[in-house]
């Protein structure tokens, strides 16, 4: 559903999974480079060079392997554990993985995420926010809410930019391999287009 600036640990961010078709959210504390890496992938963005969890997915394409689900099995002492399944149409291979990671593979495959009702009850919230125009956070953040609460580029002078300035401001963030911040440009960019059509 979304990443944002964890308040709770100093340097990490929280990862919000939505239930398909359901109220549930579960909250995952992942690190910055998962965090950068899933954000890019929410954001549709494409770096210049393969991250590491690009040349994963490669690799295993490459040879003919498909991640068919991750499964979240277990969550002890704070922290989420899960398994990748992998086959090549003829066997079938269990991995275990960070949670973090699970993910992130998992959204460059679109391969399902599951886990346990157990997990789902112990871990994850209903969320039942209004926004001032009247309608859930649900309808209004549709699966992009992205580091709302990073203070590094998101500030009123962003937001007065044009376009065309913040078309040139991404593109340069990109190369210089800026990715988180480049995330909070294309959210950005993208309200400003929608406003404009």
Known sequence: MGISYSQIQNGAY???????????????????????????????????????????VSFAHAFGVKLREVFIYKFEDGIFSSELTFT?????????SRTSDAIAIAMRTSAPIYTTREIL????????????????????HSGEDIADESATLQ????????????????????????????????E???????ANS
Not at 90 to 95: A, D, L, M, N, S
């Open 14 to 56: 929280a990862l919000i999974l939505a239930q398909v078709d359901g109220p549930y959210r579960i909250p995952v504390v992942i690190g910055a480079p998962e965090a950068q890496s899933i954000a890019l992938r929410m954001e549709s963005i494409t770096p210049p060079r393969p991250m590491t969890h690009d040349l994963f």
């Open 121 to 140: 009850d112990e871990t994850g919230f209903i969320m039942e926010m209004q926004t001032e125009e009247g309608e859930d956070a649900d309808s209004r």
């Open 88 to 96: 090549d149409g003829e066997r079938q291979v269990v991995i275990d």
């Open 188 to 194: 950005i960019l993208k309200r400003k287009r929608s």
């Open 155 to 186: 500030g009123p002078k962003l937001e007065n930019y044009a376009v065309e300035e913040l078309e040139r401001t991404l593109e340069k963030l990109i190369a210089e391999e800026r990715y988180e911040e480049a995330a909070e440009v294309s």
